[in-house]
């Protein structure tokens, strides 16, 4: 058994490649109890106790119900038999109005995901 020498790095000293840059995400001063719970909370497992997030969600939610239900009232009454348009336009309120909680609860969700982590990422933690 021979060992054979490792092949030169390509990119050892070369000027074209540019340094990695790393993004400053460690603080010098220790997180206080509230940011560690939030950052675990967001990035781990937790419930979100920022009021500012659940009471964004919870416009996203309201505007999506109180758009959905007028949209699903029309809908259905539209889409049901003559004797049966009011029956129509309640199931159809009804229906579209929870996929407007749905909607709005993930969609809220996702967005806010998305944004605690790139704020984690720039080390602010709030």
């Not at 790393?22 to 950052?39: F, K, L």
């Not at 407007?100 to 720039?122: D, N, Q």
């Amino acid at each position: 058994m021979s060992s054979q020498p490792s092949p030169p790095n390509p990119f050892a000293d070369d000027p074209s490649v540019p340094p990695v840059i790393v993004a400053d995400c460690i603080s010098d001063s220790p997180a206080t109890g509230r940011e560690a719970y939030n950052i675990v909370s967001d990035t781990v497992v937790g419930l979100n106790v920022r009021k500012s997030d659940n009471l964004f969600q919870l416009k996203v939610i309201l505007v999506c119900v109180l758009l959905g239900v007028p949209f699903g009232g029309v809908a259905g009454a539209m889409l049901s038999d003559a004797g049966h348009r009011v029956v129509g336009a309640v199931a159809g309120g009804i229906a579209v109005g929870f996929a407007g909680v749905v909607l709005g609860l993930f969609g809220s969700g996702i967005y806010l995901m998305i944004y605690r982590t790139v704020r984690h990422m720039k080390g602010k933690h709030d």
